[in-house]
């Protein structure tokens, strides 16, 4: 009997809070919500990216870079993110601004919850064909917003070892005059890992690493941005490069040359990584044999929805990983670093090469990523630099 009065109490107890409960009291008492507006709203404004040096690379040289800083709020939350244009991929700030009045009249209207980010960027991805810098800027917002709602980390929302994160490389790039490079070498002392842009001729390029190997014994990657013209030429220089002490290879030539790309790898004593080769996901399946891995970067692949992708997919392909920049303030360098523990080697030196930055994010200690226990991407803006 005494059980089943127990049972007649407890039941009764329960039938009395299903009464007091309502569907209302979750959202109510949500502890995330900041009662404003769900409705997704976007923003953005121009920024320039002034180099500290010079940047030259196999076919053109700059002083800066095309940047757009956008802004998602929803609920009273804000997520940043960030379009960064090297002009020979092809976007400018006046088709990112075109893109993203698409945005937010054709897809932003769809969508009342944030954390659809699968959806959203689908969406977003099926507006333009190209555009994947102004994409990677709604991605790289979308996770900014979502991560500060949660109170976290991206790193450690998808399980990963901040401790596996790894140093960086820091980019030395082509300099015809001795004392602008041991200027850029000084530059970078802090840091163990150089990578030295070549593909110029072969005269220049060994006098590139000529003039660092005689006086830095630091770790050097080599990045031949498609400058090399064919396989034999391409595999004596990895030799020669091999016996300066070089770890790496990224892009030795043209994307389009894969057979020969194939060629080289397969002989090559030193891992070959794709760059202008690999930009999305579906590029994938057709580069393995022709590269030992691939180098993601998130103004290339649409952000780091499509990124997480690709890493699953190079890994069930055998294939190393890596990731990259273009010049970009910290808010695109801190979305990377979140992936940056899956990576074999990283190119995150974007906000360090850039005199102007406009936020603090992801700091480099002795030329290693440390991912904070903070937030989103970690982001904070720097006062008076931008108005968003
Ligand atoms: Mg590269």
Aim: proline content about 4%; overall charge neutral.
């Amino acid at each position: 009997m005494s059980t089943r009065r127990g049972f007649l109490k407890t039941a009764g107890l329960m039938t009395a809070a299903a009464a007091l409960w309502q569907p209302s009291d979750l959202f109510a008492k949500d502890p995330v919500s900041k009662g404003g507006s769900k409705k997704l709203e976007l923003a953005w404004e121009d920024f320039k990216g002034i180099m500290k040096f010079t940047f030259h690379i196999s076919g053109s040289s700059r002083t800066f870079t095309p940047i757009v800083i956008t802004r998602i709020t929803w609920d009273g939350h804000v997520g940043y993110g960030e379009a960064a244009m090297p002009p020979y991929l092809g976007e400018t700030q006046a088709s990112c601004h075109e893109f993203y009045k698409k945005v937010v009249s054709d897809v932003f209207p769809k969508f009342d919850n944030p954390f659809q980010i699968e959806d959203i960027m689908k969406a977003v991805d099926k507006l333009t064909t190209n555009n994947t810098a102004a994409k990677a800027s709604i991605d790289i917002a979308l996770h900014d917003l979502c991560g500060n709602i949660m109170g976290q980390p991206w790193w450690k929302m998808w399980g990963f070892d901040a401790k596996k994160a790894p140093y960086t490389c820091y980019t030395i790039g082509y300099d015809e005059s001795d004392e602008k490079l041991q200027e850029k070498l000084e530059e970078a002392n802090w840091n163990k890992i150089i990578k030295v842009k070549l593909g110029m001729t072969e005269k220049e390029d060994k006098r590139m690493i000529d003039f660092i190997r005689a006086r830095d014994n630091r770790n050097i990657v080599v990045d031949a941005n498609q400058g090399w013209p064919d396989k034999y030429y391409a595999l004596d220089m990895i030799h020669w490069l091999k016996e300066k002490g070089v770890t790496m290879i990224e892009q030795p030539m043209s994307k389009y040359n894969l057979d020969e790309t194939a060629w080289v790898t397969e002989r090559s004593p030193l891992p070959v990584m794709a760059d202008e080769s690999c930009q999305r996901i579906y590029d994938i399946p057709k580069l393995k044999g022709a590269f030992t891995g691939i180098n993601i970067k998130l103004m290339k692949c649409t952000g780091l929805y499509e990124a997480r992708q690709m890493i699953t997919m190079a890994e069930q392909n055998h294939m190393k990983l890596m990731v990259g920049c273009m010049t970009e303030t910290s808010v695109a360098i801190s979305a990377a670093a979140q992936i940056s523990p899956k990576m074999e080697w990283a190119d995150l030196d974007g906000n360090y090469l850039l005199g102007n930055d406009c936020f603090n994010g992801m700091k480099l200690v002795d030329g290693r990523i440390t991912l904070e226990d903070k937030p989103g991407l970690g982001l904070s803006k720097k006062p008076g630099i931008i108005k968003l």
